[in-house]
T-cell receptor, first 115, second 110 residues
Framework: KAGVTQTPRYLIKTRGQQVTLSCSPI?????VSWYQQTPGQGLQFLFE???????NKGNFPGRFSGRQFSNSRSEMNVSTLELGDSALYLC??????????????FGPGTRLTVL | GENVEQHPSTLSVQEGDSAVIKCTYS??????FPWYKQELGKGPQLIID?????GEKKDQRIAVTLNKTAKHFSLHITETQPEDSAVYFC?????????FGQGTELSVKP
């Protein structure tokens, strides 16, 4: 079974621009969660999508948004980029069924650098 | 909200020794505790997990223990090998999301 894939792997943007990152979950997984990883703050939860609906949200500003498509692929968008948005953005997929604790599998991440 | 503390931040051991990483969580509502290993340039990889109704789980050289009363859980790696060198993260599932510890950089010296 193919793992979680993320594209692109690396991105360089300048302040004020916007960026879109993509995540394809493991086949059959309907939940996609996004995390931001930085040396200072560690791994922080951004949001979770299940069946095209945002099911959970972390404490990030509205500049961070996401969506999920009918095939469970997900995108996250960051608008008006700031230097502090430089990070590794990870997505994780899981079955996501209600009432069941299931494992989250991570992709390799997208390394975003904001200049 | 939930808070997860992880110690130590760095750990250096000799090949063949054991390594122990400890985590504490703050909210007793957390019910699932996975451990992830992250190698340079890669995403976190699940190595073992434990649910709140279990006290201990073992998988070959890796074991995890959970003390719900004290709200702490630990990762034990025995017979360490150089390929165990990586950053290890503990996490707690709270409100449907994973809350991560700050990570432990494990170095296994041959």
């Amino acid at each position: 079974k193919a793992g979680v894939t993320q594209t692109p792997r690396y991105l360089i943007k300048t302040r004020g621009q916007q960026v879109t990152l993509s995540c394809s979950p493991i086949s059959g997984h309907r939940s996609v969660s996004w995390y931001q990883q930085t040396p200072g703050q560690g791994l922080q939860f951004l949001f979770e999508y299940f069946s095209e609906t945002q099911r959970n949200k972390g404490n990030f500003p509205g500049r961070f948004s996401g969506r999920q498509f009918s095939n469970s692929r997900s995108e996250m968008n960051v608008s008006t980029l700031e230097l502090g948005d430089s990070a590794l953005y990870l997505c994780a997929s899981s079955l996501g069924l209600a009432g069941i604790i299931d494992t989250q599998y991570f992709g390799p991440g997208t390394r975003l650098t904001v200049l | 909200g939930e808070n997860v503390e992880q110690h130590p931040s760095t750990l250096s051991v000799q090949e063949g020794d054991s390594a122990v990483i400890k985590c504490t969580y703050s909210d007793s509502a957390s019910n699932y505790f996975p451990w992830y290993k992250q190698e340079l340039g890669k995403g976190p990889q699940l190595i073992i997990d434990i649910r709140s109704n279990v006290g201990e789980k073992k998988d070959q050289r890796i074991a995890v223990t959970l003390n719900k009363t004290a709200k702490h859980f630990s990762l034990h790696i025995t017979e360490t090998q150089p390929e165990d060198s990586a950053v290890y993260f503990c996490a707690a599932r709270w409100g449907g999301k994973l809350i991560f510890g700050q990570g432990t950089e494990l170095s296994v010296k041959p």
